[in-house]
T-cell receptor
């Protein structure tokens, strides 16, 4: 089973709202990732958690706040977003095996900020 | 810093034909990993094929194969017997052996399959 589950699939929010994106994996992977993807562009890395600790923050604005409550769950808390933050947000997880660190992606949350 | 270049923004191929997507990369490292990911309109990124830099033998996965030319820093993807389900955005990606949590993606190639 290589499933990464993201909820919700779609989200519409106003600029004053607070919302959260959720990501779950039950593969025992030690690393989890958040990516932002604009239309027709490659994913851009936002955050990486390794063993439940934040290991990479790609200078993401503070209106995005990640959280890793346990090894299976990753959240992205959203507050005071801007219309330009509208995008597909992808979660991924990975585990090193025999030198490989393959990332498995979820189907994403399509976020629209009005 | 490493970079990944996909020079073909869009390509089309007739169903059942063969198509090759190109990818070049720039790195000063000797050990690294290369990937092709597929992203259909359903949005989920799926790993298609992977290659370790120290292995000279080209990777194959059913109808998908790569032509890995380490000296030329080239990593092209060949899709044989193209099927309608192959229509997707294809991303070439690089991972350093040292910074194994970070993948560098190319800009992608949109592949259309013509019936």
């Amino acid at each position: 089973d290589t499933e990464v589950t993201q909820t919700p699939k779609h989200l519409v929010m106003g600029m004053t709202n607070k919302k959260s994106l959720k990501c779950e994996q039950h593969m025992g992977h030690r690393a989890m990732y958040w990516y932002k993807q604009k239309a027709k562009k490659p994913p851009e890395l936002m955050f990486v958690y390794s063993y439940e600790k934040l290991s990479i923050n790609e200078s993401v604005p503070s209106r995005f706040s990640p959280e890793c409550p346990n090894s299976s769950l990753l959240n992205l808390h959203l507050h005071a977003l801007q219309p330009e933050d509208s995008a597909l947000y992808l979660c991924a997880s990975s585990q090193e095996l025999a030198g490989w660190n393959i990332q498995y992606f979820g189907a994403g949350t399509r976020l629209s900020v009005l | 810093a490493q970079t990944v270049t996909q020079s073909q923004p869009e390509m089309s191929v007739q169903e059942a034909e063969t198509v090759t997507l190109s990818c070049t990369y720039d790195t000063s490292e000797s050990d690294y990993y290369l990937f092709w990911y597929k992203q259909p309109p359903s949005r989920q990124m799926i790993l298609v094929i992977r290659q370790e830099a120290y292995k000279q033998q080209n990777a194959t996965e059913n109808r998908f194969s790569v032509n890995f030319q380490k000296a030329a820093k080239s990593f092209s993807l060949k899709i044989s017997d193209s099927q309608l389900g192959d229509a997707a955005m294809y991303f070439c990606a690089y991972r350093s052996e040292d910074r194994d949590d970070k993948i560098i993606f190319g800009k992608g190639t949109r592949l259309h399959i013509l019936p």
